[in-house]
């Protein structure tokens, strides 16, 4: 193979990231190809604190970020998109794909399934893809923070975007259509405690 077309492959080249937060439903980014499935061997927990979303007074609120168990029963439901190697840079300051200080880069076997989600399927069989997980090295990682801690946090967080709860609200209905047999433990308990102390505030607001 010449130098020319080696040149030509890798400037074609594409690559695999995974998503499982927020961008599941913005898009807001160019790719070629989304593909609904899983990853084995992590979990996905609203861990991290994100200047996104602001609590009062002078709280953050809550993303989620990939933590590796390497139990094979763990898996996390979501969606690899396909990026054209010329348009990884525009896509570069999605931290949900291409991390920021305090994630690790990791490969990862990706296991395609198809769902309403599924906007394109040429691939049927497992494959490897890119993902970033949070390490112990972030400040804003909150490992195993109490899930009652969580959701109060999201429940009083707004941001540009719009209240955090709507961000949990619009995750949890995803996989709802992503993975409809699938219990989530951390995400399901997690909405209805923050909807809860969302219902208890409206009540004593009415009283």
């Known amino acids: 193979m010449s130098s020319a077309e080696s040149e030509s492959q890798t400037q074609t080249k594409t690559m695999w990231v995974f998503a499982y937060g927020a961008m599941l439903w913005k898009e807001d980014l160019p790719f070629l190809q989304k593909i609904t499935g899983c990853i084995t061997g ?4 609203f861990w991290v604190a994100s200047d996104d979303y602001q609590c009062f007074p002078n709280k953050r609120g809550r993303v989620v970020a990939l933590v590796r168990t390497g139990c094979p029963r ?3 439901w979501g969606a690899t998109y396909e990026i054209d190697k010329q348009n990884e840079a525009s896509v570069a300051s ?3 794909f291409f991390g920021r200080a305090g994630f690790a880069k990791r490969t990862a076997t990706f296991y395609p399934v198809l769902t309403k989600r ?3 399927t040429s691939h049927v069989k497992p494959f490897d893809i ?4 949070a390490t112990d090295n972030n400040s804003c990682f909150k490992r195993n923070e109490p899930l009652n801690v969580t959701a109060s946090c999201i429940a009083n967080a707004h941001g540009p975007n719009g209240s955090n709860a709507e961000y949990l609200y619009n995750l949890a209905a995803e996989m709802r259509l992503i993975a409809p047999n699938y219990e989530d433990h951390h995400l399901y308990p997690l909405e209805s405690a923050v909807k809860k102390i969302i219902a208890e505030r409206e009540a004593s607001v009415d009283l």
């Open 130 to 133: 890119t993902l970033y997980v």
């Open 42 to 45: 992590y979990v996905r927990r």
């Open 94 to 96: 999605e931290p949900e």
């Open 118 to 120: 599924a906007q394109f």
């Open 74 to 76: 763990d898996m996390v």
